[in-house]
């Protein structure tokens, strides 16, 4: 426990007592030894009080616990037009502890009608301020909002969920807790839990002595301690202030500072701490203390919600959380938390109707896994790396922050979702593993982070920590050094892809081959980048310099220095996927290079803003080359290397990407994006041994799958005033008119486009007939 | 409407005070055309005095109008997070870039309110928003 301080043993008065000794015969001044004695005890007794007091105050008063920074999820927000599949919004509702019911009468519960939701959403306290809670009614048509309606049947623009936490940073001790008020607990809390631990917590002043009376003579009947005399305040005392130690000097210890607790604060405040402080279970390392946080952590619903069931069993548990855990004995625990129920039905609190009601209900636990805070260990390294940067360790594990991300969950859980199935498909190699990294392409909003097969799994976080060969991935940047060229380089430049044998800088050569052994002769720059021609990239590389493409490299957002090697053209340098993935973020944004932002804002623990995270953008390349780069990385997409994409994902939707794959095929990579999602994927072995995957035999299958269950939009041309679009023959380099064969129509920097044709009919007036019947299409 | 009277007069007062030679020339115009120097300005300015966005009852347009009248009285905090669920929703319309563009101007961030102007033209702008940002774009390079 984290305020916890040691308190000095009690000096023994005894020992006075027991010192003194008398004398026969001579005349005892008793009553004189007697008073002196009983005084000493008193003074000695009333220091030590003075001492607890101390004690006592100075814990109860200011800051009662550290509490761990509470990370939450984007929240989900519905509104017409919005894709997002009912199946989806329902998981994601009983995620967040929603309650499927019949009759929609209170926050936190929903019913579905096929396609149609009638919402109560609960209210939530945003950095921006208080959203209130809200009746909605939610019509679909497929996986889109079609219809927000309010009670009263008026259209409402937007309704915005609470988010769901999705973890903490827990100090050492790994003690967390939600704080709540007394207001915020459920009707029947209170009265059922004083019905149970104390029921005269109203009339006593801390310590009971009916109850250790009645305790007592429980305990002589039993023959053993079957019950406790402890009032709730002495419970309090002893979690709050001793060890678990059963000795009767600490029994006095608790009794008077319960006594003392009881003179200093009023019972609404020691009751409030109760409800704060009592264990109520374990997750792993991290102890659940308090009502608030283990409402959320049985059921994922928040305190106040709780049906009378629910309240009941947490009561029950306080006795012994380990001993009445609900998911590991769920029949004690249901024993139990009816034995709870009954005793409100005896003391009138509750009518039996309402008891006998309840006691059929089940426990209502939700799983584990449900409700895991850590359920996206791997991006919230990511949060812990970005708030570092900012706060102290101590502040976020202590003060209660409020951590609000751009976690998508139903993205997160998608990515997730396309690694394990994926790699489960490609083999019964259970050591093949790998990361994904999933952004919003245009803001850099970091959406997913995927960091090891299993879900959940929280150690090496693959996404950030495994740095890989790049392979392939890299080309993009020689191609687009040479496109800024325009005088030198367009689309269909012919570049060569021929032998090559560069000295390596070190002493050596570097010849590198392309995948197939084979060399194309001249190819279209375009194609080159398509197909992932090696020596085509090689050549084309030295061709630009080798520090121009380093350069390209490092304003597309690859912070680490490069080597001046020639060897890192075909991508031997080891990237993390999230470096990668603000590579491809800069190209996906159509040239802006921006953050990968995972936190939006920060508050503490009032609700204050501390700080805000907002998107930041650089222009770092002209809209000119970008779009002919991403037109080639769109082909790449439907007739090069990513092809399979296609497999997963309608034709029709524009998609830019590239694959990446290492010698021996030790790493698949790829890395590419829609229009609204880039998303990075890699497969390798942590002993780096051979995956027997290529990008597009690996990667790209995670790519694909996680493309197909989520919305996708097309990527979107840049619109750049200085390009112009015209049909060529791109082997010939020439102008070409449509309905030649192998004709295709491709970006060009105005000025930079092939004059001459090279297509079936190259005359003139076709080529206006060509212009004319254009105009018309 | 306080709030905006008192924004508009700065940024009037903005105007003139860093061009004198549109000061001259809003004078001499405004002298012919027999109206008042304010009226100038608001041609000079595409911005409106009253949110457009205010007859919209879309997700996006209630944004778009919640942050343009936060940033107009200056509750820049809440304007921010507006539009940052603005951009959450449509990540690719212009519009929330603009608005991000003038919020950063208005915060005295003029290197980040041109690189967001330039974000917004590259996304397809129609033809009035595409004068808008031009002209915003104008203002900060001057």
Redesign the interface.
């Given at each position: 426990m984290v305020n916890k301080s040691t308190t000095k043993k009690g000096r023994p008065a005894k020992k006075t007592k027991s010192s003194s000794k008398q004398k026969q015969g001579n005349p005892v001044p008793w009553k004189s030894i007697l008073f002196k004695l009983g005084l000493t005890l008193v003074i000695l007794v009333s220091a030590y009080a003075v001492y607890l007091d101390a004690v006592v105050t100075k814990q109860f008063e200011g800051k009662k616990w550290a509490i761990p920074a509470k990370v939450f999820a984007?929240p989900v927000?519905l509104?017409?037009?919005?894709l997002i599949t009912p199946g989806d919004l329902q998981s994601q509702l009983r995620r967040q502890g929603y309650q499927a019911v019949q009759d929609v009468s209170r926050p936190g519960t929903f019913a579905r009608n096929g396609s149609q939701f009638i919402i109560y959403s609960r209210g939530f306290h945003?950095?921006?301020?208080a959203e209130p809670s809200r009746y909605v009614k939610v019509d679909f048509q497929g996986s889109e909002v079609t219809r927000l309606a309010g009670r009263d049947g008026k259209?409402l623009?937007?309704l915005?969920l609470d988010p769901q936490p999705i973890g903490g940073i827990y100090p050492a001790s790994y003690e967390d807790r939600l704080l709540i008020r007394n207001a915020q607990t459920p009707r029947y809390l209170i009265p059922a839990l004083l019905a149970i631990e104390d029921r005269d917590y109203y009339d006593h002043f801390g310590i009971s002595p009916t109850s250790i009376a009645r305790a007592m003579v429980a305990n002589l009947k039993a023959g053993g301690v079957v019950q406790g005399g402890s009032t709730i305040t002495q419970q309090l005392v002893k979690n709050f202030f001793l060890t678990n130690e059963r000795t009767l000097v600490r029994k006095g210890k608790e009794a008077i500072m319960a006594l003392l607790l009881e003179l200093h604060y009023d019972k609404e405040e020691i009751l409030e701490t109760y409800l704060n402080e009592v264990y109520l279970g374990q997750h792993g390392r991290r102890a659940i203390h308090g009502f608030g946080l283990a409402s959320q952590f049985y059921f994922a619903q928040p305190l106040k919600e709780l049906d009378l069931a629910r309240t009941a069993l947490l009561v029950a548990m306080v006795k012994g959380p380990s001993y009445y855990d609900p998911r590991r004995y769920p029949e004690r625990a249901l024993e139990r938390r009816n034995l709870v129920l009954d005793v409100l039905a005896e003391r009138s609190i509750v009518p039996v109707a309402e008891v006998e009601r309840s006691k059929k209900l089940p426990l209502g636990v939700v799983s584990r896994e449900l409700v895991s805070t850590n359920d996206f260990p791997a991006y919230i390294d990511m949060v812990k790396e970005q708030l570092r940067k900012d706060y102290d360790e101590k502040d976020l594990t202590s003060e209660g922050l409020r951590i609000f991300t751009n976690l998508d969950p139903v993205i997160q859980r998608e990515a997730q979702k396309s690694v394990t199935s994926t790699l489960k498909a490609l083999g019964k190699d259970n050591q093949l593993q790998g990361a994904m990294v999933v952004s919003?392409?245009?803001?850099g909003?970091l959406l997913a982070v995927v960091g090891d097969r299993n879900p959940g799994y929280a150690g090496f976080n693959r996404a950030i920590e495994a740095r890989r060969p790049v392979g392939s991935l890299l080309k993009p940047a020689i191609y687009l050094t040479a496109l800024e060229r325009s005088g030198q380089y367009t689309l269909t430049t012919p570049v060569n892809d021929t032998p090559v044998k560069i000295s390596d800088g070190r002493g050596g050569y570097w010849e590198p081959q392309n995948y197939s052994r084979e060399s194309h002769g001249q190819v279209p720059l375009y194609l080159a980048l398509a197909k992932s021609y090696n020596q085509a990239a090689a050549n084309t590389g030295m061709a630009v310099g080798l520090s121009s493409v380093l350069d390209t490299l490092k304003r597309l957002g690859i912070e680490q220095e490069l080597p001046p090697y020639p060897s890192v053209l075909l991508g031997s340098p080891s990237m993390a996927p999230i470096e990668v993935a603000k590579m491809y973020q800069t190209i996906a944004?159509?040239?802006?290079r921006m953050p990968l932002r995972a936190i939006?804002a920060v508050v503490d623990s009032q609700g204050k803003?501390l700080s805000?995270y907002?998107?930041?953008?650089?222009?770092a390349f002209e809209?000119g080359p970008m779009e002919l780069l991403r037109t080639a990385l769109g082909i790449v997409m439907k007739d090069g290397t990513g092809r399979r994409v296609y497999q997963y994902v309608d034709k029709d939707i524009k998609l830019g990407g590239k694959t990446g794959t290492t010698n021996d095929l030790r790493d698949s990579w790829f890395a590419g994006y829609s229009?609204?999602l880039v998303a990075v994927t890699w497969i390798g072995h942590d002993d780096n041994s051979p995956t027997k995957l290529t990008g597009s035999s690996g990667a790209l299958k995670i790519w694909g799958n996680f493309m197909s269950n989520v919305p996708v939009?097309s990527v979107?041309?840049?619109?750049a005033s200085n390009v112009t679009s015209i049909w060529v023959n791109p082997s010939a380099n020439g102008r070409s008119h449509r309905y030649c064969e192998g004709a295709i129509q491709l970006p060009y920097i105005k000025g930079s486009e092939p004059q001459a044709y090279a297509g079936c009919k190259a005359d003139v007036k076709d080529s206006l007939f060509d212009k004319i019947k254009g105009w018309f299409e | 409407m306080m709030y905006y009277t008192i924004s508009r007069t700065e940024r009037c007062e903005k105007a003139v005070f860093f061009s004198p030679r549109l000061f001259v020339a809003l004078l001499f115009a405004g002298a012919l055309a027999g109206c008042s120097t304010p009226v100038l300005i608001q041609e000079e300015q595409p911005e409106v005095s009253s949110s457009p966005y205010e007859q919209r009852q879309d997700a996006l347009g209630t944004l778009l109008n919640q942050a343009w009248n936060a940033r107009e009285a200056g509750r820049f905090d809440e304007a921010e997070s507006a539009l940052g669920r603005a951009m959450r929703i449509s990540p690719t319309a212009p519009e929330v870039y603009y608005q991000l563009a003038l919020l950063r101007q208005d915060q005295g961030r003029f290197e980040q309110s041109r690189q967001l102007a330039e974000r917004a033209l590259s996304l397809g702008p129609g033809f009035m928003l595409e004068r808008k940002i031009n002209h915003l774009l104008r203002a900060l390079n001057s």
């Open positions: 984007r927000e509104y017409v037009g919005n945003f950095p921006d301020g259209s623009p937007l915005r919003s392409a245009q803001t909003d944004s159509g040239g802006f939006d803003p805000r907002s998107i930041s953008v650089e222009r809209p229009g609204d939009q979107q041309s840049l619109g | -």
